[in-house]
């Protein structure tokens, strides 16, 4: 029997990995978009299917996560056997500045969904799987964290999510359903957001190297995260929903790193030494030596520089996860380590021109 599955958040970058992941595996895919002025499905557009043909396996869905009524018609017309709830303002930063509003999306969104399941009697047939995150963990209790480690939040996105994950956790123990939190550590791709800091340093990278930007600013550098490939993790969010319980997971590598050592990666990725010089605000990257022969960087050249615009009110410093409970059960372990994820990165950066999101595909 063919599964179908529910994405929210399909546009986004874990959205359109799941998507290709489940279309792989065989399922009915359908995803909720938001209507946008301009056509926001580059990462998805690959798995595009005509709409007129007969027994379509990707169907896309106008909806939002702050509009219940849409949710429980798609829900109610699409009836899936599993729902991935990946949809939410997903920038710590930004939610200082649209805190109401992420709340909603990123908090009451949930409640929408796990309703719109509970009311449709779906209960028996729907498992739903919910984005949680690490940034739970903000302010740190204890190291390495895992799915017992008491939760700090130090942002209105953290806020917002630790009523997802709880109201995930009721609805589990109130009304028997199959929910469950994945806690994801941070995880990246070619077709990462270009605001967040791995793929903002990415791009950089590619235009410095290609003549197009002299200059990269950062807010701290000595944040630390465990950072892996988002489409090892994609395949955690499936492996959960397949279990005879539900119960929630920490997903992470076990590694950790700061910004700075992530900027010194990539730009050795592309052939570029960088050392740092100064502290605090005065903080900055200067070239060393440069390998490639296309590029023209002298050595001294000023890349990067400390902006405190992208300081945040509240920070989380130090993340690095324990994920031997999924590696136990799920059998999940990644198979990309952070060198590779970097290369993967800058390298498609780099044939992009540090301009374009590519395509989730390859
Ligand atoms: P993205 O920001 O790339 O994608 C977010 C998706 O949510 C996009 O499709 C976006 O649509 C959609 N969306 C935003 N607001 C709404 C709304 N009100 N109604 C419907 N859709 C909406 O995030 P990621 O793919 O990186 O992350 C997926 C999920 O996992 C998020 O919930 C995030 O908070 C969580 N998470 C992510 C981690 C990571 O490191 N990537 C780690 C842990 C958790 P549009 O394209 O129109 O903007
Ligand atoms: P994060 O990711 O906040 O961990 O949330 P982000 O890449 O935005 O920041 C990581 C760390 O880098 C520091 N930083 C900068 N960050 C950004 N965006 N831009 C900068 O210029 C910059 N300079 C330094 C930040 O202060 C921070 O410490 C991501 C999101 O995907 C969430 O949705 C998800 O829940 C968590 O990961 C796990």
């Known amino acids: 029997m063919q599964k179908t599955a529910l994405i929210t958040g399909i546009t986004g970058q874990d959205g359109a990995y799941l998507a290709e992941l489940l279309l792989g595996k065989g399922y009915l895919v359908h ?7 301009l056509i926001n499905t580059d990462r998805i557009d690959h798995l595009y299917q005509d709409p007129h043909v007969q027994h379509p396996h990707f169907v896309l869905h106008y909806g939002d996560l702050t509009d219940s009524t849409n949710l429980i018609r798609i829900v109610q017309e699409t009836q899936p056997d599993e729902i991935y709830n990946l949809a939410a303002q997903s920038h710590v930063k930004v939610s200082f500045e649209t805190p109401e509003y992420t709340a909603n999306a990123d908090g009451l969104g949930t409640l929408r969904l796990l309703e719109a399941i509970r009311l449709l009697g779906l209960s028996e047939k729907t498992r739903f799987y919910q984005a949680a995150t690490s940034e739970l963990y903000g302010l740190v209790q204890e190291t390495p964290q895992k799915e017992s480690t008491p939760f700090y939040p130090r942002s209105p996105y953290a806020v917002a999510k630790l009523y997802a994950y709880w109201i995930t956790v009721n609805y ?28 903002k340093i990415t791009r950089a990278v590619a235009q410095i190297a290609l003549g197009t930007d002299q200059k990269l600013y950062l807010g701290n550098l000595d944040a ?6 988002a489409r090892d993790y994609v395949e955690a969010m499936w492996l959960m ?12 590598t076990g590694e950790t790193h700061s910004v700075r050592d992530f ?46 615009r992208y300081f945040r009110p509240t920070e989380v410093d130090l993340l690095i996860g324990d994920a031997s409970k999924a590696k136990q059960k799920l059998g999940w372990t990644p198979k990309y380590d ?10 498609a950066d780099l044939a992009g021109g540090g301009r374009s999101t590519p395509s989730a595909e390859g």
């Not at 995803?31 to 002025?37: A, D, Q």
């Not at 630390?224 to 490939?229: A, F, Q, T, V």
């Not at 929903?241 to 992470?252: G, K």
């Not at 952070?338 to 390298?347: D, I």
């Open 172 to 199: 589990r123990e109130a009304y028997d359903l199959f929910a469950v939190n994945g806690i994801l550590f941070n995880h990246e791709s070619p077709v990462r957001g270009e605001t967040f800091v791995t793929r």
């Open 241 to 252: 929903l397949q279990q005879d319980r539900a119960e929630d997971f920490v997903i992470a």
């Open 31 to 37: 995803g909720i978009k938001r209507r946008s002025s």
């Open 224 to 229: 630390r995260r465990d950072w892996g490939h």
């Open 338 to 347: 952070l060198k590779a994820l970097v290369r993967e990165m800058v390298q």
């Open 263 to 308: 900027v010194k990666m990539a730009f050795a990725e592309a052939g570029i030494a960088l050392e740092f010089r100064g502290k605090g605000l005065e903080e900055k990257g200067y070239v060393t030596g440069c390998s490639h022969p296309g590029y023209q960087l002298p050595e001294g050249q000023e890349v990067v520089c400390v902006d405190p």
